[in-house]
């Protein structure tokens, strides 16, 4: 939540950040949803956080699935 939206009216958001977007297929406009129109409408808006994306921290493939400290040493039992 933007707790003072008048702050951020005339903000400029550099190129390769919304180059970034668009190739993620992400908006840069509107709502949580993307919706311009009716920014209280979050008709499509994600809801349910994806269990599948692990981001950096996904393991690669045949990895140990021993537990790991954020250095990626292995826990020492």
Not at 40 to 54: C, I, Q, R
Not at 65 to 77: D, M
């Amino acid at each position: 939540m933007i707790e003072a939206p008048d702050h951020f009216q005339n903000l400029q958001i550099p190129e390769s950040h919304l180059a970034a977007c668009k190739a993620y297929g992400m908006a840069t406009a509107g709502n949580a949803a993307g919706n311009t129109e009716q920014p209280l409408n979050l008709t499509g808006a994600n809801t349910v956080v994806p269990t599948d994306v692990h981001g950096a921290m996904y393991p690669p493939s045949g990895a140990s699935t021993r537990k790991r400290n954020l250095f990626g040493r292995a826990f020492s039992t």
